[in-house]
């Protein structure tokens, strides 16, 4: 149940913008609970892609995506400073970060009753003393009353590469003009979905992170948060 004493940062803004290394850095110094709402719809991506592996999106009945995301049992943990999310026991960090995970999750986003289902799942992570939230509309919908929000931007191309270069450290051949136009096809949904779009809520912090690397903007968020936030 969602703690009226505890206080709020959100962090939205699209994939590839360093929100979730920016967030993780935040809830450590304030030694604050941190959300990944994005992992909650890849983790019902993947459910939905063990639960039904040869059926698309449009084919699924919207109840039973929306049953899938309501009963996730979904926990975050910090394992050699990164992030590791725990769904029923099992670590699936890795396993969600696919570009095909990255997608399914886009598609199901839009749903409305899989938003409904997961909102007060997500509103549920806010507890004493407070709560680091990542996402997309944390603070336009999620947490609308939040003491600071921030909104972090970069283009597409400039996602690409960053993105481009994790996956090839990781040894996965990838095409960077793919990688470009899945993005800008995932910023397309997600900007224009009916329900909760990509925007920045209209009392956020905008930072363009194009020609920042992650220290800097990791220095200018601490910024606000000591500006904003009571310890």
């Known amino acids: 149940m969602t703690d009226s004493k505890a206080q709020v940062i959100c962090l939205d803004g699209p994939s590839g913008v360093g929100k979730g290394t920016i967030c993780l850095a935040v809830a450590r110094d304030l030694d604050w609970h941190i959300l990944d709402s994005g992992s909650l719809y890849r983790i019902t991506a993947l459910q939905v892609l063990r639960q039904f592996p040869d059926s698309g999106t449009d084919s699924i009945k919207v109840t039973q995506l929306a049953e899938i995301a309501k009963n996730l049992s979904v926990t975050y943990t910090e394992k050699d400073g990164q992030l590791m999310i725990v769904l029923d026991g099992e670590d699936v960090t890795q396993s969600i970060r696919t570009e095909q995970m990255g997608a399914k999750a886009s598609e199901i986003a839009a749903i409305p009753e899989v938003r409904t289902a997961l909102l007060q799942r997500q509103r549920a992570f806010l507890q004493p003393p407070g709560l680091v939230a990542d996402g997309r509309d944390m603070g336009t919908v999620v947490f609308p ?29 990838v095409n960077l003009a793919s990688l470009v136009e899945e993005l800008r096809q995932r910023d397309e949904r997600d900007m224009n979905r009916k329900t909760a779009p990509l925007k920045p809520a209209s009392d956020a912090i905008i930072i363009d992170t194009t020609t920042l690397d992650i220290e800097q903007v990791t220095k200018e968020v601490m910024f606000w948060v000591n500006q904003r936030i009571t310890r």
């Open 145 to 173: 009353d939040a003491e600071l929000k921030i909104y972090l931007t970069a283009s597409a191309e400039e996602r690409a590469q960053r993105r481009y270069k994790q996956l090839k450290e990781k040894g996965i051949d």
